[in-house]
């Protein structure tokens, strides 16, 4: 299990360069160049009937996903990392802290990020209760008639039902139309930081690990703990 460990961690250091400049790319498609007033003039123009913001929708479920893979790569470094910690001893424990504090560096950043994943939830829920302010759901109400049916000796009850479905339209008020649409334009803007947030993880991870390199493998200096593939990478 510690080889295959070891293995997968060292495959996700040799990424994390590559994996910044995924998500710059991505970045790039789906945000183009535009202020944030434009951006809520377009969401204020495409507001209608309740449905779900298709391009917070978009961008929304983007971050979910690389907030996901960014964890998952994190984890696998910090179990490299603690790996290579070596047996405690006396003396010649320099290596073991720069270990130490990279882990906590990273663990951090990857809690930052295990938050986002929850925003999506959040949004969706905060946006429908104000939608219900301004979209009636149609109403359904259901009659039902009895009659009785007389036939020679014999009686009978017999009951029909109907349905039917109102509603009310009302014209919503500015100020909530202009309020969903604000917070359409601030979701958008808020998973755009955060991307941005994931990409300079993987810039600021993969920066310790390089800059660290020697001492995360070794980090005694008595090549217990080297690897080759590791020292390649950099």
């Not at 202009?178 to 993880?201: C, G, P, Q, W």
């Amino acid at each position: 299990m510690d080889e295959e460990l070891l293995r997968l961690g060292e495959e996700t250091l040799a990424k994390l360069g590559s994996r910044a400049s995924e998500m710059q790319a991505l970045l790039a498609a789906n945000f183009p160049q535009k202020t944030l007033a434009e951006v809520q003039a377009a969401f204020e123009a495409s507001l209608a009937g309740g449905a779900p913001n298709a391009e917070v929708t978009k961008v929304g479920a983007l971050l979910r996903e690389q907030a996901a893979a960014a964890i998952e790569d994190f984890k696998a470094v910090e179990m490299w990392l603690y790996l290579k910690t070596p047996e405690v001893a006396d003396g010649n424990n320099f290596g073991v802290e720069v270990q130490a504090f990279v882990v906590g560096e990273i663990k951090k950043m990857r809690d930052e990020i295990t938050a986002m994943v929850d925003a999506v939830s959040a949004y969706h829920l905060l946006r429908a209760a104000t939608m219900e302010k301004i979209i009636k759901t149609p109403s359904k109400s259901t009659d039902e008639e009895s009659k009785v049916e007389v036939e020679g000796d014999k009686t009978t009850n017999k009951s029909t039902k109907s349905s039917k479905t109102s509603s009310v339209e009302a014209t919503p008020l500015a100020d909530y139309v202009k309020y969903i649409a604000a917070l359409d334009t601030k979701e958008y803007h808020s998973t755009y930081a955060k991307l941005v947030d994931v990409r300079n993880a993987y810039i600021k991870v993969n920066t310790l690990m390089s800059k660290n390199a020697k001492r995360l493998a070794d980090p005694r200096g008595d090549k217990e703990g080297s690897s080759s593939n590791y020292s390649s990478m950099f």
